[in-house]
């Protein structure tokens, strides 16, 4: 393990010790969905349906974000599966610190990286790209709300959360190249047009999803494979 992880969860465990009023509060704001994906959905409606003269390409754009977040969440689970397993924080008996509880149920589940970051980090760099004052909202957002409350409850090594966040963006950027975009966006823009309301049932869907922080789907998934 880094020093620079240790240094960092050694910061966040001593501020716990001082103000254990805390971390209920920080509890909170990590498991809530409303405080996290909730934000970031709100965002993307708010900019779907702000009048510009930039609108199509906005839409375009938050589309291709859309869907290429998605693609970030299930590369991120494949490299968790594919990399060697990487033990919590709060599992870790060579750090020694006693976290907060509430998480022990991913225990099982490798740390490195985290989804959290490449989800959030890929729709904030596409939200910045379509404004750069929600898109500083929505990064202030994953960076406060999201990542430092994983580091405080011992749920993901900063380290965990900076490569995902550098995946997040990544994809973020790559999604939104003109290319990849007007190839992800053409069947969208089609089914859009010829069918609305199928269009704006599968939006909510998704931007639900992203509030849910695709446990819903993840849940259901699994469930169809073990049975």
Known sequence: MFLFDTSIISFFHQIS???????????????NGLL????????VWWLWFKPSEFSKLIQDRI??????????????????????????????????????PGHETLETWS????DHAVLFFSMATGIYLCSRFLGSLAFFHAIVFVCLPRIYLGVHYPTDLLAGGLIGVGMGLL????TVRHFIVKPIN??????PSLFYA?????????????????????FLIKH
């Open 63 to 100: 589309i291709s974000t859309l869907v290429i977040s998605g693609i970030s969440i299930i590369l991120a689970r494949v490299l968790a599966h594919l990399l060697p397993f990487r033990i919590r924080p709060f599992a870790n008996p060579e750090i020694g610190l006693a976290f907060p």
């Open 36 to 43: 996290k994906g909730g934000v970031i959905s709100a965002l």
């Open 17 to 31: 010790l001082q103000f254990p009023q805390l971390s209920p509060l920080i509890v909170i704001v990590s498991t």
């Open 190 to 195: 089609m089914l859009m047009r010829k069918n």
């Open 175 to 178: 999604g939104n190249r003109k």
């Open 202 to 222: 599968s939006f909510f869907l998704i931007t639900y999803q992203i509030a849910d922080m695709f446990d819903a789907s993840r849940s259901l998934v699994g």
């Open 111 to 114: 740390s490195f990286p985290s």
